[in-house]
């Protein structure tokens, strides 16, 4: 009967565990892809993916995730993710020869440098990502930049017909 008590414990704690990654995720998530100010507008979009959180738990799961405030263009108040705190990438942990996780070199065509207002590089990019088109090799980003890397021949033209969508005054 002990026994069962434990594994019941240790089953809790991991249910916990799974339920609180879901919501830092969906966290980081909401605040790379809309200008959210208050806690309210981050309880109301998490409840969009029906993960219902306190304001005492998601005031700890800020300060966990390090979500600063910035002033957006529009002079708004919204959390932003520290530059240290970007999702992790979907690669994962790869050893191919001595050097873990590098896979080799990659040919690209151009390359794209924008200019960002403060904490909004990471929406933008994440939308740029979200095109998934196929000229663009990679993104990366910083607090006020975004580098878009084309695919091995992509001219600068296609690569900016490419991120349009996302980002329509690139063509003006």
Known sequence: ML??????????KAIRGKMRKKRLDAIRRHILRSEISTQEE???ALLSEDISVSQATLSRDLEILGIEKSTSPSGKKVYILPRDNRPPSSRGEL???????????VDTGEMLLLNTAEGHAARIAS?????????????????????????????????LCAIAPAIPEVLR
């Not at 026994?3 to 089953?11: K, N």
């Open 3 to 12: 026994y069962g008590l434990f594994a019941h414990d240790r089953l809790k």
């Open 42 to 44: 981050l309880q109301t």
């Open 95 to 105: 050893r191919i020869g001595r050097t873990e996780g590098f896979i080799g070199p």
């Open 127 to 159: 939308e740029i990502e979200e095109l998934s088109a196929p000229e663009v090799a990679d993104v990366f980003f910083g607090p006020t930049h975004i580098v878009v890397i084309g695919q091995k021949g992509t001219t600068r033209q296609a690569l």
